[in-house]
């Protein structure tokens, strides 16, 4: 059993909207940082979004501030990445990450997260 399962990919045109879900395995992962990082063809993996454990805190790359939104529900173990005004350049496989509260790396680092999902395809053609 995957400890992060991602859901909600797709393709869609630009400019319209789209809602990512990835579903967490243990009840422990609501005591942890989760976000979202992506990964364009040919291209490093790119910090997107992060959450604090209380929802009442996050974080997003400077590419999708004011378009994209994170939120966590606890009693579905879930979070998700609303997705607004998508643009082509926001093609990748998107992945769920999962940062426990000992871990000291930084929050849009890879090595700050222990815990990734397999990974969903979103394609935004213009």
């Known amino acids: 059993q995957e400890m992060l399962e991602e859901s909600g990919g797709g393709s869609v045109q630009a400019g319209d909207s789209l809602r990512l879900s990835c579903a967490a395995s243990?009840?422990?992962?609501?005591?942890?940082?989760m976000g979202w990082f992506r990964q364009a063809p040919g291209k490093e993996r790119e910090f997107v979004t992060r959450i604090s454990p209380s929802g009442g805190e996050s974080k997003y790359g400077d590419s999708v501030k004011g378009r994209f939104t994170i939120s966590r529900d606890h009693a579905k173990n879930t979070i998700y990445l609303q997705m607004g005004s998508l643009k082509p350049e926001d093609t990748a496989v998107y992945y769920c990450?999962?940062?426990?509260?000992?871990?000291?790396?930084?929050?849009?680092?890879?090595?700050?997260?222990?815990?990734w999902g397999q990974g969903t395809q979103v394609t935004v053609s213009s």
């Open positions: 243990q009840r422990a992962f609501s005591g942890y940082f």
């Open positions: 990450v999962a940062q426990t509260p000992w871990n000291t790396g930084s929050y849009y680092s890879e090595s700050g997260y222990e815990y």
